[in-house]
C-alpha cells in the first residue's frame, strides 16, 4: 500500500501553502494531488504554482497529479479544466463527467476521483475501459460494498480510499461561507481565508454538526479508519487517502506510514493520532451505518 496526501480543499495565503508542500515533500507520503478542486474564486495560487509546487515534489520523488474542480461554473473554469487536462506531464484526478471527456477524448490515463460517485461495477469498468487507473472509493461507501466491486475490478485498476480527513458531502453553486458573513458570493472578500479548517456549525446543543468551506460542505467529525488498515490490506486497497490539515498533516502522514510499515502497534499509532484531529473521530459509513458514528470494533 501507499499513502497519498489528496488536493488541498481549504484557502490558504500563498506562503502557508508553499511552506506547507515544502513538508510535505520532506514526509514519507508517496503520492500528492495538487491544485484547486472547490472554489475558482480562491486566487492565492494559481495554476503555474500549482505547477511549480508539482515540479518540487517531483524532485522529491513523490507521484505528483492534478485534481480538477468538482463543480464547474463558468467559461473560465472550463478553460482551466482543459489547460489541466493538457497538461503533458502529469496524470490527472478527473472530478466531475466534463473532465472525464477531456481525459478520454485526448487518450490520457486519469484517475476517477471521490465526487465521480462510483457505486458499483459496471461504471467502474466503463471508466476504466476509457483510460481509468486508479479511482477514489466514495466516502459513503461501506467496506462491504466495496468487498463486493473489488471481487470483479479490472485487473490493474488501482483501489484508494480516504483514511483521514473530513470527509467532502456536498457542494453547491452558493457559497455558504460568504451567506455566513452576509456578502455576495462575487464579493465575498474570500471570507474562508480566515478560517484555514472551514467553519464549523454547531447544533443547538452545541454540538459540532458540519464544516462549511466556501461551496464546499463537509463533516464535522474526522473520518478515521487507522484501525482498519489491516482490513484494508486484505482487501487489497492500493492507496490511503489523508486530507491536508491546517496543522500536523506531516506528523499524521508519518503516523500512518509507521502503522501501515508495522513499525508501531495500532494501538500506540491510534493514541499519537487523537490529539492531532481538528474534531472528534467517525468511521460510520465504512461499517454501514451513519457517517457520524464511531464504530468500536473489538478483537484488534
Known amino acids: 500500500?501507499?499513502?497519498?496526501l489528496g488536493p488541498l480543499l481549504y484557502y490558504w495565503p500563498r506562503q502557508v501553502v508553499f511552506d506547507f508542500y515544502e513538508a510535505v515533500a520532506a514526509s514519507p507520503v508517496h503520492i500528492v494531488y495538487l491544485g484547486e478542486s472547490v472554489c475558482s474564486r480562491r486566487h492565492?495560487?494559481?495554476?503555474?504554482?500549482?505547477?511549480?509546487?508539482?515540479?518540487?515534489?517531483?524532485?522529491?520523488?513523490?507521484?505528483?497529479?492534478?485534481?480538477?474542480?468538482?463543480?464547474?461554473e463558468s467559461g473560465a473554469d472550463v478553460t482551466v479544466l482543459h489547460?489541466?487536462?493538457?497538461?503533458?506531464?502529469?496524470?490527472?484526478?478527473?472530478?466531475?463527467?466534463?473532465?472525464?471527456?477531456?481525459?478520454?477524448?485526448?487518450?490520457?490515463?486519469?484517475?476517477?476521483?471521490p465526487h465521480l460517485n462510483i457505486y458499483n461495477l459496471p461504471t467502474l469498468q466503463w471508466l476504466a475501459q476509457r483510460g481509468g487507473r486508479?479511482?477514489?472509493?466514495?466516502?459513503?461507501?461501506?467496506?462491504?460494498?466495496?468487498?463486493?466491486?473489488l471481487d470483479g475490478a479490472p485487473a490493474g485498476l488501482q483501489t484508494e480510499v480516504l483514511v483521514y480527513g473530513r470527509m467532502p458531502l456536498a457542494f453547491s453553486a452558493?457559497?455558504?461561507?460568504?451567506?455566513h458573513h452576509n456578502v455576495h458570493k462575487d464579493e465575498c472578500e474570500f471570507k474562508c481565508i480566515d478560517d484555514p479548517d472551514g467553519l464549523v456549525m454547531r447544533t443547538r446543543e452545541g454540538e459540532d454538526f458540519l464544516v462549511i468551506n466556501g461551496i464546499q460542505t463537509q463533516s464535522a467529525r474526522v473520518c478515521q479508519l487507522l484501525p482498519e488498515l489491516?482490513?484494508?490490506?486484505?482487501?487489497?486497497i492500493n492507496v490511503l487517502r489523508i486530507s491536508p490539515q491546517s496543522q500536523h498533516t506531516d506528523r499524521i502522514i508519518s503516523v500512518f506510514h509507521r502503522a501501515m510499515n508495522k513499525q508501531v502497534a495500532l494501538s500506540d499509532a491510534l493514541a499519537e493520532l487523537t490529539p492531532l484531529m481538528p474534531g472528534l473521530p467517525c468511521n460510520g459509513y465504512w461499517h454501514g451505518k451513519?457517517?457520524?458514528?464511531?464504530?468500536?470494533?473489538t478483537g484488534r
Open 44 to 72: 492565492e495560487i494559481r495554476l503555474s504554482d500549482w505547477l511549480d509546487i508539482g515540479r518540487m515534489l517531483q524532485s522529491a520523488g513523490k507521484d505528483v497529479l492534478l485534481s480538477t474542480q468538482v463543480l464547474v
Open 174 to 179: 452558493r457559497c455558504f461561507t460568504a451567506r
Open 290 to 297: 451513519p457517517g457520524l458514528e464511531t464504530i468500536q470494533i
Open 83 to 113: 489547460k489541466i487536462a493538457a497538461n503533458g506531464q502529469w496524470m490527472v484526478e478527473a472530478n466531475d463527467m466534463g473532465a472525464v471527456h477531456c481525459l478520454v477524448t485526448s487518450h490520457t490515463p486519469f484517475v476517477a476521483g
Open 230 to 236: 489491516p482490513v484494508m490490506q486484505a482487501m487489497g
Open 1 to 4: 500500500m501507499q499513502i497519498s
Open 134 to 149: 486508479r479511482w477514489v472509493v466514495p466516502v459513503e461507501m461501506a467496506q462491504t460494498d466495496l468487498a463486493l466491486v
